[in-house]
C-alpha cells in the first residue's frame, strides 16, 4: 500500500493550482484591464451648451439638432439602398463601403453611417426610415445662430484637436471646444461639465445595463447662459455701414466699460461653420489672404493712430505743465522742423492757433511744437520721453487692455531705449521724432485701445476695462471689470481737451458729424500707411479714422471707426461713427442721404488697385 | 458515544459549504438582462437536485455498508446497462448521446456509472482472495474500469472516461506494480513530445536513447539487454505512431485545437482559444477581492461560455477574487484529506478503496476542472463537484457522500 500516494497528489496539485491563480489574479495586471476594455463602456452625458444673448436679451446663438444616421449591422436586413442613397445623396458605393466598415467595427454595436444630417434631410428620411431596418437616427446638439453679424465676437466651436487632449485632461477626442471669440474665453461657464455613465456591455457589445448599479456614475454641471455687452442692432447697423469696405468700429459705453458693438468687415456670417460644410468653409475663410476675414479689424488690426494721437500728447502736456490751454503757436501752412524739414498743415499761412483751435482744425504746427516742449524740455529728451511713455501706458495703450475675447494686439508706444538703438550715443531729441507728435511715427494702436481712450477722455480721467460679457448665469463677471482704471492725467486738464473735440464736430474737421440736439466730440484722423508690393514699399490711399463720444457732458458712447484707405477721417470714419452715435442715442436715424452714402459707398476698387499689377494713385 | 456525535459533522458541514457557494454562483452566473426569470429557474432546479440528493444521503445512513459489498456486481452491472442502454433510448445534447429524458428532467448515467465503477473496484481488491499484485488481479480490475470507460468515451465523452480511467491511480495506491505508473509517466511523456515536436523527432530521440543505453552497459551485457531495450524501444515508436494517427485522424478539428492552444503553437483569442481567453480574463480580473457579488462584468456581459456549468470557478474568481478561488480549493483540500484520512482508518479493504475511488474522482474533477479554466490543462468538459449546476453530477456526488458518510458512521459502531 502506499498510503501517503494520494496526499502528494493532492497537496502538489494544489500548490500548483494556488500558484497559477496566484499569478493570475494578484501578478499580472493585464487580464484586469481586458476585462474593463471589453465589458465597460464610458460613456458621457453633455449638458448643453449655453446660450449667448445680446445686453436687451436678444437671443444670439443657441442649439440645435443635428442628426446622426446610426446602423446596427446584425439587424439590417435587405432593402431598396437606391432609395436611401438618393435621399442622403450619397453614391451606392460610397454607401456599401460605410456599411461594410460598420459591420467591420461591430454587428451588433451601433456605429455612424452617415454623420450630420442637416435637418431638411431628416424629415425626408424619417417618413422612410421603416423602410431601412437596422438603421436609427440620433439626434444630437450642434450650434445655431440667430444673426448674421458678430461672427468676430462669437467666434466659434469645433472638434478638439491635438493641443487641446495635452493641454486639458477635461477633453476627450471628438469633443466640442470653443475656439475663437465669447466661446472660447467663457468656454468652460458655456460647456457645464459633462456627466460620466458607466455601461456594461456584454459579449455582443450590446449595452446590458449600468456598471456597479451606477456608483461611479457623476451628474452633468449645466451650462451657463452668457449676456453679451453687445447690441446687436448696433452691430448689424454697423455690418452695414462698413459694407464694402474693408475696417473696424468698435463702441464703448464709458460708464461701465461695456463693449456696445465690434465691427470688423469683411465678416462671414456664423452660421456657415456649421454643419456638413464646415470644414470646406472654413478652408475658405483661412485662405483668403486679401480680406482675412478671420481676422478682427476692431481688436487686431494694428494702426498707426494719426491725428487722435494729438488729444493725447495735449493731455500729456497740460500734465507735464510745458503748454497751457492758452499757449499759442503760429502755423505757416506747416513748419520747419530741422534744417530742410518741412512738415505740411492745412492752416492757413499766419494763423495763430491756442490749443482748442489746435485741436479742432488738426494743426500739426501746433502739436509739433507742443510734442518738441515735452522731450525737450529741461533738454533731458531720455527722461521725458519715458515719462510721456508713462503717461500714455496709463491709459491702456501698448497692452492688451485685458478684455475678455482671445484675440489682440497690444500695439507699440516707443521708450528712450528704442530710440537708443536707433541713433546711437543718444543723438536724437524732439525733432528727431516728431512724427509721433501726429500720431505718425512709431506708435501703434488698435481699434480698441483708439474707442478705449475715448472713453476715458469722456470719463475726463479713467477708464473700465472694455469687456463683452455683461452677465453670466448663475455667476458674476470678473471684478477687474468693474474697478476703475485712473491715467496719470489729473482730471482738470481734460476739460480744454474735451472743449477743443467738441468744436472739432461744430467748427472743425468733422462738422459732418454734427447730430442736432447732441453735442458730439471726436477727432478726425487720416493716416498715410504703406505695403509691399512686389518687395517695393509702396504708399496707399490713407486710411480714414474717426474717434469720438457722445453726449459731451453726460457721455453714453465712446467709439472709435477705421476705414482702410478711406482717404481722410471725414469722408468716411466721421459719418459712420456720427450715424452709429444717432441710432444709438436716438434709436433711429433721421440722416437718411447720409446713412445711404455710406451704406452704397463702396472702396472694393481702391482695394483693387495692390493686386491690379499696375502703377496707380493714390488719394485721389 | 451517541448517533448524533458519531456522523462525521466535519466532512457534512464542508459539504454544505460547497454546495451553498455553488447554488450562489449558479446565481450569479446564469443571472441574463434579456431573461431574468432565468437565474432563478436554474437555481430552483439546482435546489431540487440538491433536496434529492439530501434525501440520499440521509437514506444511505441508514443502510448496512454490507449491503453495498454484497450488491455491488448488480449496480455495476446495471450501470453498464444503463450506460449501453443509451445507444438505444439516449438523446442528444451537445453532439453526445450521454442523457436520458425523464419528463422535465436529463439523467446522466455516466455520473453515477463512476460510483458503481468505484463500488465494483473495491469489491474486487476486497475480496479475501484478491492480490492486487498478482496479474490476473489487476487484470480483472482493468477490465472493471475499462468497460464503462469505452462505454462512455464512444459516446463520446471523453471527459468523463477520464475521470473512470483515473480509479487506475487507486489501484497504484493500493500497490499495483511500479511497472505501470512507469508506463503511464512515459506514455504520457512522449504524447506531449508527440504533439510538439512532431512524429520524426521523437523517433530520432527514441532510437538515441537506444543507443546511449545500450552503449553507457557493459559489453557482455549489452547482448542480453539489447531485446528488452529493443522491445522497449519498438513499443514506444508503436505509441508514438498511434498517438500522431489518432491525433490526426480519429480526433476532429475541435480537439487539435484544444491541444494545441494549451501547447502555445496557436494563439487565437477570438476564435478556438476564445473560451479559455475569456475564462483568464474573468478570473483576472477578480483581483485580490473580487468585483462583488453579482458585480462581475465579464459574467454579467456573458463572455465566458457554459459559466454556470463547466466554467463556473470564473464566476467565483472575477466576483470574489483570489480570497474566493483560494477558499474554494482549500475547501476542496480539507475534505480530500478528510476522507483519505477516513480511508486509512477504516477497517474492510472494501470501504478503504472506495473512499480512495472517492478521493481520486473528487481529485480528478477539481485538477481537471480548475486546471481548465486557468488554462493549465486542455478544455476538458467536466463539471466542478458540488458547485457545478448539474443535477446528475450533483446526485452522484451525494451518493458517494452518503456512502462515505456511512462507512465512518459504521466504522465507529
Known amino acids: 500500500m502506499r498510503t501517503h500516494f494520494f496526499s502528494f497528489l493532492i497537496f502538489s496539485f494544489g500548490l500548483i493550482l494556488i500558484f497559477r491563480l496566484f499569478s493570475l489574479q494578484i501578478v499580472s495586471e493585464e487580464y484586469n484591464d481586458l476585462s474593463l476594455k471589453n465589458s465597460v463602456l464610458k460613456q458621457h452625458i453633455y449638458p448643453e451648451r449655453g446660450y449667448v444673448f445680446d445686453r436687451h436679451g436678444n437671443l444670439l446663438v443657441s442649439n440645435q439638432p443635428m442628426y446622426d444616421l446610426m446602423v446596427v449591422p446584425a439587424n439590417v436586413k435587405t432593402f431598396d439602398t437606391l432609395d436611401l442613397c438618393n435621399i442622403l445623396r450619397l453614391d451606392s458605393e460610397d454607401l456599401k463601403k460605410r456599411l461594410l466598415k460598420a459591420r467591420k467595427y461591430s454587428i451588433r454595436a451601433p456605429s455612424v453611417l452617415l454623420g450630420q444630417i442637416s435637418k431638411q434631410d431628416y424629415a425626408v428620411l424619417q417618413e422612410k426610415m421603416w423602410k431601412f431596418p437596422g438603421l436609427y437616427i440620433k439626434r444630437k446638439s450642434v450650434r445655431a445662430y440667430q444673426t448674421d453679424v458678430a461672427a468676430n465676437v462669437l467666434g466659434y466651436i469645433s472638434e478638439v484637436n491635438y493641443f487641446d487632449l495635452e493641454n486639458d485632461a477635461y477633453y476627450q477626442k471628438g469633443e466640442l471646444i470653443g475656439k475663437q471669440g465669447i466661446e472660447k474665453t467663457y468656454e468652460n461657464e458655456l460647456r457645464g461639465f459633462k456627466g460620466v455613465h458607466y455601461l456594461q456591455r456584454d459579449k455582443f457589445n450590446r449595452i446590458i445595463g449600468p456598471y456597479k448599479d451606477g456608483a461611479l456614475d457623476t451628474l452633468p454641471t449645466p451650462s451657463q447662459d452668457i449676456t453679451l455687452t453687445i447690441d446687436i442692432a448696433l452691430q448689424e447697423y454697423g455690418t452695414q455701414l462698413l459694407a464694402n469696405k474693408r475696417g473696424g468700429i468698435i463702441a464703448i459705453e464709458p460708464s461701465t466699460g461695456e463693449i456696445l458693438m465690434s465691427v470688423s468687415t469683411p465678416s462671414y456670417a456664423p452660421e456657415i461653420l456649421v454643419g456638413r460644410e464646415r470644414s470646406a468653409n472654413f478652408n475658405e475663410l483661412k485662405q483668403d489672404t486679401l480680406n482675412r476675414l478671420l481676422f478682427d479689424r476692431s481688436l487686431q488690426g494694428q494702426y498707426a493712430p494719426g491725428s487722435p494721437f494729438k488729444v493725447l500728447n495735449a493731455l500729456v502736456a497740460l500734465e507735464e505743465g510745458v503748454i497751457q490751454p492758452n499757449t499759442k503757436f503760429t502755423c505757416y501752412s506747416g513748419h520747419y522742423y530741422a534744417r530742410n524739414q518741412f512738415m505740411a498743415c492745412m492752416c492757413k499761412p ?271 | 458515544m451517541n448517533k448524533i456525535a458519531r456522523f462525521d459533522w466535519y466532512s457534512m458541514l464542508l459539504f454544505l459549504a460547497l454546495v451553498s457557494v455553488g447554488l450562489l454562483n449558479i446565481y450569479s452566473a446564469a443571472y441574463n438582462v434579456d431573461n431574468v426569470g432565468l437565474a432563478n429557474t436554474i437555481v430552483q432546479k439546482q435546489f431540487i437536485s440538491l433536496l434529492i440528493g439530501g434525501g440520499f444521503i440521509f437514506i444511505l445512513q441508514f443502510i448496512d455498508v454490507k449491503f453495498f459489498e454484497r450488491y455491488a456486481s448488480i449496480i455495476y452491472v446495471i450501470s453498464l446497462a444503463s450506460l449501453a442502454g443509451l445507444w438505444l433510448f439516449g438523446s442528444k445534447i451537445s453532439g453526445a448521446q450521454s442523457w436520458y429524458a425523464i419528463g422535465g428532467f436529463s439523467l446522466q448515467p455516466s455520473e453515477f456509472a463512476k460510483v458503481a465503477a468505484a463500488l465494483a473496484v473495491a469489491k474486487h481488491l476486497g475480496s479475501f482472495n484478491t492480490k492486487i499484485q498478482r496479474s490476473k488481479d489487476y487484470l480483472v480490475a482493468f477490465i472493471l474500469i475499462g468497460i464503462p470507460a469505452v462505454l462512455v468515451l464512444l459516446q463520446p465523452d471523453p471527459g468523463t472516461a477520464l475521470i473512470l480511467l483515473s480509479l487506475f491511480l487507486v489501484l497504484h495506491a493500493e500497490g499495483l506494480p511500479n511497472f505501470f505508473i512507469l508506463v503511464l509517466l512515459s506514455a504520457s511523456l512522449l504524447f506531449v513530445l508527440t504533439l510538439l515536436i512532431g512524429v520524426s523527432w521523437v523517433y530520432v530521440l527514441i532510437t538515441l536513447s537506444l543507443i546511449m543505453y545500450l552503449t553507457s552497459q557493459k559489453k557482455r551485457k549489452r547482448k542480453t539487454l539489447f531485446f528488452k531495450a529493443f522491445l522497449i524501444a519498438l513499443i514506444s515508436i508503436g505509441f508514438t505512431y498511434s498517438v500522431s494517427y489518432i491525433f490526426e485522424e480519429v480526433f476532429e478539428q475541435r480537439h487539435r485545437d484544444r491541444f494545441n492552444i494549451l501547447l502555445g503553437k496557436e494563439v487565437d483569442s477570438q476564435g478556438i482559444g476564445y473560451n479559455i481567453n475569456q475564462s483568464q480574463i474573468a478570473i483576472g480580473s477578480g483581483r485580490f477581492s473580487g468585483k462583488g457579488y453579482l458585480q462581475g462584468t465579464q459574467t454579467k456581459g456573458g463572455f465566458v461560455p457554459e459559466q454556470q456549468t463547466d466554467y463556473i470557478f470564473t464566476t467565483i474568481g472575477e466576483e470574489w477574487g483570489f480570497m474566493g478561488t483560494i477558499t474554494i480549493i482549500t475547501l476542496f483540500i480539507l475534505l480530500m484529506l478528510r476522507i483519505l484520512h477516513v480511508a486509512y482508518k477504516q477497517k474492510s479493504t472494501f470501504s478503504r478503496v472506495f473512499c480512495l475511488g472517492f478521493v481520486c474522482t473528487l481529485f480528478i474533477h477539481v485538477t481537471v476542472n480548475i486546471g481548465m479554466v486557468v488554462g493549465l490543462i486542455p478544455t476538458i468538459g467536466i463539471p466542478l463537484p458540488f458547485i457545478s449546476y448539474g443535477g446528475s453530477s450533483l446526485l452522484a456526488f451525494c451518493l458517494f457522500l452518503g456512502i462515505y458518510l456511512r462507512m465512518e458512521y459504521q466504522r465507529t459502531l
Open chain 1, 350 to 620: 499766419g494763423t495763430v492757433n491756442n490749443l482748442n483751435r489746435g485741436i479742432h482744425n488738426s494743426c500739426n504746427t501746433y502739436f509739433s511744437n507742443v510734442y518738441r516742449r515735452i522731450i525737450d524740455n529741461d533738454n533731458n529728451p531720455q527722461e521725458n520721453l519715458n515719462t510721456w511713455n508713462k503717461h500714455l501706458k496709463s491709459f491702456g495703450l501698448g497692452d492688451f487692455l485685458g478684455y475678455d475675447h482671445p484675440v489682440g494686439q497690444a500695439g507699440y508706444v516707443p521708450s528712450s531705449n528704442f530710440y537708443n538703438l536707433w541713433y546711437p550715443n543718444q543723438r536724437w531729441r524732439g525733432s528727431t521724432i516728431v512724427s509721433n507728435a501726429i500720431g505718425q511715427g512709431e506708435i501703434l494702436m488698435t481699434p480698441i485701445q483708439l474707442a478705449n481712450v475715448a472713453a476715458t477722455i469722456a470719463n475726463r480721467g479713467f477708464y473700465y476695462r472694455p469687456h463683452f460679457a455683461k452677465e453670466i448665469q448663475n455667476g458674476s463677471i470678473d471684478l477687474r471689470y468693474k474697478t476703475k482704471q485712473y491715467t496719470s492725467i489729473s482730471k482738470e486738464h481734460f476739460n480744454p481737451v474735451v472743449e477743443g473735440m467738441a468744436n472739432v464736430v461744430k467748427k472743425g474737421t468733422a462738422r459732418i458729424a454734427a447730430i442736432p440736439g447732441f453735442e458730439v466730440c471726436g477727432k478726425t484722423g487720416t493716416i498715410e500707411n504703406f505695403t509691399k508690393i512686389n518687395g517695393v514699399r509702396t504708399q496707399l490711399t490713407d486710411h480714414s479714422m474717426f474717434i469720438a463720444f457722445a453726449p459731451k457732458d453726460d457721455p453714453k458712447i465712446a467709439l472709435a471707426v477705421i476705414v482702410e484707405n478711406g482717404y481722410w477721417g471725414g469722408r468716411w470714419a466721421a459719418p459712420i461713427a456720427s450715424l452709429v452715435i444717432e441710432k444709438y442715442l436716438k434709436g433711429e436715424v433721421k440722416r437718411k442721404w447720409l446713412e445711404r452714402r455710406m451704406m452704397k459707398g463702396s472702396l472694393v476698387d481702391e482695394y483693387a488697385k495692390v493686386t491690379s499689377n499696375k502703377p496707380f494713385t493714390i488719394n485721389e
